[in-house]
T-cell receptor
């Protein structure tokens, strides 16, 4: 079946602009996660959605970052007033339920000039 | 905060050799541990998930072990092949906090034909 998909695959933007990154999880998966992978650093957790519960935003690095998940499926990660340090690969993952195997999308490579 | 360490950071082996990748974590209160591989420019592929109550999991030429009390896991790859060349990531799901994974920085494996 279809895996996790993300769009765009690559995004180049200018400092100060807003960007939106999209994630389509595996159908039927109730849990959705966003992670960031920066050059020279490991993967860091950003935000977690579980069903209709309020998201866990404990990993968001600043209030410029926000995410929503509409209809319990597609999720959008928005970065406002992008900075050069936001350049990274943004990975989305989904799982059937919390605490189960997470399946990752191919990521969006963001470059802020 | 959970910290995950992987040693070595990079490893080169001749084709056909058996090898072991190591992962350690600081907080033994985990729900499960997951091993992934990441190919250059790609997302993560789940290899094995070990529940905290399990000692090991096997899939083909891969065997992952877990010693929760000592905070260690190993990934054993038998009869390595050039196609095994990738970065291998270990990630733990801690009992406390969100359902996110805490990742190590990975071991970059090169299997030489």
């Amino acid at each position: 079946g279809a895996g996790v998909s993300q769009s765009p695959s690559n995004k180049v933007t200018e400092k100060g602009k807003d960007v939106e990154l999209r994630c389509d999880p595996i159908s039927g998966h109730t849990a959705l996660y966003w992670y960031r992978q920066s050059l020279g650093q490991g993967l860091e957790f950003l935000i977690y959605f579980q069903g209709n519960s309020a998201p866990d935003k404990s990993g968001l690095p600043s209030d410029r970052f926000s995410a929503e998940r509409t209809g319990g499926s597609v999720s959008t990660l928005t970065i406002q007033r992008t900075q050069q340090e936001d350049s990274a690969v943004y990975l989305c993952a989904s799982s059937f339920a919390g605490r189960e195997t997470q399946y990752f999308g191919p990521g969006t490579r963001l470059l802020v000039l | 905060k959970q910290e995950v360490t992987q040693i070595p950071a990079a490893l080169s082996v001749p084709e056909g050799e058996n090898l072991v990748l190591n992962c350690s974590f600081t907080d033994s209160a985990i729900y499960n541990l997951q091993w992934f591989r990441q190919d250059p420019g790609k997302g993560l592929t789940s290899l094995l998930l070990i529940q905290s109550s399990q000692r090991e999991q096997t899939s083909g030429r891969l065997n992952a072990s877990l010693d929760k009390s000592s905070g260690r896991s190993t990934l054993y790859i038998a009869a390595s092949q050039p196609g095994d060349s990738a970065t291998y990531l270990c990630a733990v799901n801690s009992i406390t906090g969100a359902n996110n994974l805490f990742f190590g920085t990975g071991t970059r494996l090169t299997v030489i034909p």
